[in-house]
């Protein structure tokens, strides 16, 4: 998606940008509000399903280099997409801590969980409302984030 501007007059040179931030106007804030209350867990009693979530790539796969394999983890979710988030906001985002690599940057996308290469996804029962949105089983490491300098 191209975020090009133009004025309509022709003797203004295009740079190709728009003054608008990513993520600040108030469509944005609206969807961004409206996501974190579909995801929280108190969503209400919605039927669920429960997926495991399994590690599929060998131990050596270079892709381990980039997120930790965490194990076998059991998620309650909306979807086998939604598993996959479920069990990504577990792990620690830079967003949390003072390490921040630029402002509005997640990590989040870059859990393993997410790496289709990296993690199966596997519907194990469905339509529950006797649990919550979240993990079920397994733990789930917060240490993704490691210090580029020893203290």
Do not use: C
């Amino acid at each position: 998606m191209s975020n090009v501007s133009r004025t309509g007059k022709e003797e203004e040179i295009n740079n190709a940008t728009s003054p608008t931030t990513f993520g600040k106007s108030v469509e944005s804030q609206a969807q961004i509000e409206d996501a974190a209350a579909q995801a929280s867990p108190n969503a209400g009693g919605e039927m669920l399903n429960i997926y495991r979530l399994e590690p599929i790539a060998e131990p050596d796969d270079p892709r381990w280099d980039n997120a930790p394999n965490h194990g076998v983890i059991v998620v309650a979710a909306r979807t086998s997409g939604d598993a996959r988030i479920v069990a990504a906001a577990r792990e620690l985002d830079f967003m949390e801590v003072d390490a921040a690599p630029a402002e509005d940057v997640t990590t989040v996308n870059a859990s393993a969980f997410r790496d289709d290469k990296l993690y199966t996804v596997i519907e194990i029962d469905r339509d529950r409302r006797d649990v919550k949105r979240g993990v079920v089983d397994g733990v789930i490491s917060v240490d993704t984030i490691r210090p580029v300098q020893e203290d």
